[in-house]
């Protein structure tokens, strides 16, 4: 089993290919594929997209410089490979076809259908990637050989591009799903055909694509599309939204409600830690978890139920929820460059509920450093974008512990308008002038946290600064 020029013959029809690499059925396969020139691998097979601002197809030669194994292209484009040294595209594999983007869809659709296990497919508002290393770190002292997405490869390309490295001996795979608009989750789910559907949470995020949180609810829930009589869905029982709703298929609920299959009971969280009951199935065990934000709990019970399906025993299970995991832009500490104090990097995305978590971890931190919070712009809200802002500055006042804060943005503004007077507070519009204001106050020993969305590249600070 391996994709060849027979497979994708079969697949994508009109495919047609140059170079001799390609005709050698039985001895060419591909075992991965990129869509980036800047990070293609050597042996990688690079598929050139045409996008909003650049065209793949004229970075086919920084690809086959990196090493990459050949490159798939579109057909209306095929003049592009004379202006190439010939001498890159000596055994390389070069496929024609009439869109690339569908062929390769196309492809990891038929790919999946080739396997029979396990495939885990992770949705939410808040905690989809750390829920899937949950899951892997779990697996990994399991000894399991398992698939999992890279990053945040949660698109329909970057699903894709996962799926298209499957192989037979893996055991399980994990695929992360994100999306941002009505419709996307179908058709992620259409390609992944997830086994069991994981839902971590249903927050205010990609309003402005997804409409209301009924709307975002509905979406979520469509991950379970394609279900079979087999596949079993896990739901966050604490949210109405999904608790409350007949699904057709199996479900099991994880939350600190009693109702829940798993829950996490008798909560505390410390200045550096968290203790819990887990109870699973009625059975309880004792947890301590290495980190003080409550929401992790919540990612990891999702995690534990996922590996009970796996049929992973609980003392691994166990194990592998109580050890560190870091997740890069997920309440990851790191040092400061000039050695006096730590800056928490939370600025992979923010929605109002994540931003509220993250400033309560951040106030329980006991510490004698100086706290300075750098808060930047939540964005696709929609329409409630400045009602949500004002929310996070009165949220402030229940959070004393944290006395200095830097807005970053322009939908701050209306953050600025309910800020506590006692809380000591800069607005700047972007990432660089926020630095301005921290390089002139971290001669102190500080603890600063950076929490915003992407859009507002607050990691550039994160860079900057550590």
């Not at 060419?28 to 997209?49: N, Q, Y």
């Not at 499957?166 to 390609?191: D, F």
């Not at 896990?234 to 829950?263: E, W």
């Not at 301590?288 to 999702?302: C, D, E, M, R």
Request: net charge positive; hydrophobic share 45%.
């Amino acid at each position: 089993m391996a994709i060849n020029a027979e497979f994708i013959k079969k697949i994508v029809p009109e495919c047609f290919f140059l170079h001799a690499p390609c005709t050698k059925v039985g001895e060419w396969s591909v075992g991965a594929w990129s869509i980036d020139s800047r990070t293609v691998r050597k042996g990688e097979m690079f598929v050139a997209l045409r996008g909003s601002t650049v065209d793949g197809h004229d970075f086919i030669a920084q690809a086959l410089e990196r090493g990459a194994a050949g490159c798939m292209i579109a057909k209306s484009q095929q003049a592009v490979l004379s202006k190439i040294d010939q001498k890159l595209l000596e055994e390389k594999a070069v496929l024609v076809v009439e869109d690339p983007k569908a062929a390769l869809i196309a492809l990891a659709t038929a790919w999946r259908k080739e396997f029979t296990i396990p495939v885990i497919g992770i949705t939410g508002s808040i905690g989809k990637t750390s829920t899937k290393e949950s899951i892997c770190s779990i697996l990994q002292l399991n000894k399991k050989n398992y698939l999992a997405s890279e990053g945040t490869q949660n698109t329909v390309l970057g699903v894709s591009l996962t799926l298209l490295t499957l192989l037979p001996e893996h055991s399980a795979a994990i695929i992360e799903l994100g999306i941002s608009r009505r419709g996307e989750m179908a058709h992620l789910v259409e390609i992944v055909q997830p086994t069991i559907g994981v839902i971590t949470a249903v927050g205010h995020s990609h309003m402005e694509g997804l409409g209301s949180i009924n709307d975002i609810a509905a979406e979520k829930r469509e991950i379970f599309k394609y279900f079979k009589e087999d596949s079993i869905g896990i739901i966050n029982g604490d949210q109405p939204l999904l608790a409350s709703v007949a699904y057709k298929h199996p479900v099991i609920k994880f939350g600190s409600k009693t109702t829940n299959q798993v829950q996490a009971r008798k909560i505390h969280v410390g200045a550096d830690a968290i203790s819990f009951n887990l109870k699973l199935y009625g059975a309880k065990y004792t947890v301590t978890l290495p980190t003080n934000h409550k929401g992790a709990v919540f990612h990891l019970l999702a995690a534990v139920a996922t590996a009970y399906l796996l049929g992973v025993p609980t003392e691994t299970i166990i194990k592998g929820i109580e050890k560190p995991i870091n997740v890069p832009g997920r309440f990851e500490r790191r040092p400061l460059k000039n050695g006096k104090g730590i800056l928490i990097n939370d600025a992979y995305n923010a929605s109002p509920e994540s931003m509220k978590a993250a400033l309560t971890a951040f106030a329980q931190i006991n510490t004698q450093a100086h706290k300075i919070a750098v808060l930047g712009d939540m964005l696709e809200l929609g329409v409630n974008s400045a009602f949500w802002h004002r929310q996070i500055g009165r949220f402030l006042r229940k959070v004393p512990a944290v006395r200095e804060v830097i807005l970053v943005g322009n939908q701050v503004q209306a953050t600025l308008k309910t800020v506590p007077l006692s809380v000591k507070v800069d607005v700047v519009p972007t990432w660089k002038e926020a630095v301005d204001k921290l390089k002139s106050r971290i001669d102190q020993e500080s603890c600063i946290l950076v929490k915003g969305s992407r859009g507002i590249a607050l990691n550039n600070l994160v860079d900057e600064l550590t």
